[in-house]
């Protein structure tokens, strides 16, 4: 069956500190990848999606970038984080557009 | 661009009472669309899907939505809501790039 981990579940950063979040999907090849980061009031937004291999989509320009090395593994990234990248952020995966997204844990980032 | 607007962020509903979250979305393309749900706590979880065909959609625990390709809507409805209901619901569109948008959710609170 089909898994997806995603870590740290939470991490408390400084200002101006580099992030990764990773993300690993298992049992399933070639995944689309999103990252999301939910906050409340604000549902789930879009941040980065990849159709494959080193293809990145970027939905909105900010601190943050993706990466993903590996057919099953996609990346979240800042070189300098800022407060207002505090929130919850949300790996997810599907197999196929008509399928439903299959999410992550969840990572609870504070940025001090 | 793609967006997804959710009408309301808060509905308050009696048991037993009817409810009706409203999605509408701006796409330039075709669509495939989706309602999630996030019980308190939990992660997100599929409800229905619109892919093609017939307009009307049913869905997990009585749930069913209609599609309005002339309105652009997609709006969800429960006859007779119960306690188990209160949750944050989620309207997400899914473009033919595999770009997957959500809305801001809705709070529904079941009150007896």
């Known amino acids: 069956s089909q898994t997806i981990h995603q870590w740290p579940a939470t991490l408390v950063q400084p200002v101006g500190s580099p992030l990764s979040l990773e993300c690993t999907v298992e049992?399933?090849?070639?995944?689309?990848l999103y990252w999301y980061r939910q906050a409340a009031g604000r549902g789930l937004q879009l941040l980065f999606y990849?159709?494959?291999?080193?293809?990145i989509s970027s939905e909105v320009p900010q601190n943050l970038s993706a990466s993903r090395p590996q057919d099953r593994q996609f990346i979240l990234s800042s070189k300098k984080l800022l407060l207002s990248d505090s929130g919850f952020y949300l790996c997810a995966w599907t197999g196929a557009r008509e399928s439903p997204l299959h999410f992550g844990n969840g990572t609870r980032l504070t940025v001090t | 661009a793609q967006s997804v607007t959710q009408l309301d962020s808060q509905v308050p509903v009696f048991e037993e009472a009817p409810v009706e979250l409203r999605c509408n979305y701006s796409?330039?393309?075709?669509?495939?669309l989706f309602w999630y749900v996030q019980y308190p706590n939990q992660g997100l979880q599929l409800l229905l899907k619109y892919l093609s065909g017939s307009t009307l959609v049913k869905g997990i625990n009585g749930f069913e939505a209609e599609f309005n390709k002339s309105q652009t809507s997609f709006h969800l409805r429960k006859p007779s809501v119960h306690i188990s209901d209160t949750a944050e619901y989620f309207c997400a569109v899914s473009t033919n790039d595999y770009k997957l948008s959500f809305g801001a959710g809705t709070t529904v609170t079941v009150r007896a």
């Open positions: 049992g399933t090849s070639n995944p689309n």
């Open positions: 796409s330039s393309v075709s669509v495939y």
């Open positions: 990849s159709v494959g291999i080193g293809q």
